[in-house]
C-alpha cells in the first residue's frame, strides 16, 4: 500500500496508507452518549488528551456539540467556550495532531487559530458551507 500525505494546517502532515492511524474522540460535552461527560471541564479534558495520547492515539479530535440522537443544540459561543480552551492547551504539545469536530464555519476558523490541524465536519460541509 503506498503511504499519501495530508499536508494540514501549521505546516503538520499526515501520512496515511503505511499503518493504522489512531484517533482519540474528546468529548468536551456535558451530554456525551460515549463518556457521560467526565470530559467536561477543560482540566479534565487536557488530562484525558494526554492519556490518549500515552496510549497511542496520534490524533486528538475535540468535540463541544453532542451528536448523539436528540441531543440539544448548544450555541456556537458555547461550543466555542468548550472547544477552544482545550484545543490551545493541546496545542503545546508537539506529538499530537487535533481535529476540531464541528459543522460550524465560524467555530472551525477559531478552532483553526487556536491550534487545530483538522476539521471534522460530520455533515460533510453541507449544514454551514462557508
Do not use: C
Not at 493541546?90 to 472551525?108: F, H, K, M, P
Not at 476558523?109 to 458551507?129: F, K, M, S, T, Y
Request: hydrophobic share 45%.
Amino acid at each position: 500500500m503506498t503511504a499519501r500525505r495530508w499536508q494540514l494546517a501549521h505546516g503538520r502532515h499526515l501520512d496515511l496508507g503505511g499503518k493504522a492511524v489512531v484517533v482519540g474522540i474528546l468529548n468536551v460535552t456535558p451530554d456525551s452518549f460515549s463518556d457521560g461527560g467526565q470530559f467536561d471541564a477543560p482540566e479534565k479534558a487536557l488530562a484525558q488528551a494526554r492519556r490518549m495520547i500515552g496510549e497511542g492515539a496520534l490524533v486528538v479530535d475535540v468535540g463541544g456539540e453532542s451528536t448523539r440522537p436528540g441531543a440539544a443544540a448548544v450555541s456556537a459561543s458555547q461550543e466555542q467556550a468548550r472547544i477552544l480552551p482545550v484545543i490551545e492547551a493541546l496545542a503545546g504539545v508537539n506529538e499530537v495532531l487535533i481535529s476540531v469536530d464541528t459543522y460550524r464555519a465560524d467555530t472551525a476558523r477559531l478552532a483553526v487559530a487556536a491550534g487545530a490541524h483538522i476539521v471534522n465536519d460530520v455533515w460533510g460541509l453541507q449544514r454551514e458551507p462557508d
